[in-house]
């Protein structure tokens, strides 16, 4: 793999540590989409990538900056 760097992926537990909302929160915003949705791992089971989780924080920091103004 080289050099190249890896998208790290986050569970529904680390997204609601990393941005504060809940569950429900989370999955309401992906319905309207105001969230990024995740992607499938096996199963049932998803993740979201830390890349697109950390783009949607700076995009409703940048908001919240603009608004200040």
Wanted: hydrophobic share 40%; proline share 3%; with cysteine.
């Amino acid at each position: 793999m080289g050099n190249e760097s890896r998208e790290i992926l986050l569970r529904r537990k680390q997204v609601e540590q990393l941005t504060g909302l809940s569950r429900s929160s989370i999955y309401s915003a992906m319905q309207c989409g105001a969230f990024p949705k995740p992607i499938r791992l096996l199963g049932r089971s998803v993740a979201w990538t830390q890349s697109s989780v950390d783009q949607w924080i700076a995009a409703r920091i940048a908001a919240a900056e603009h608004d200040a103004a």
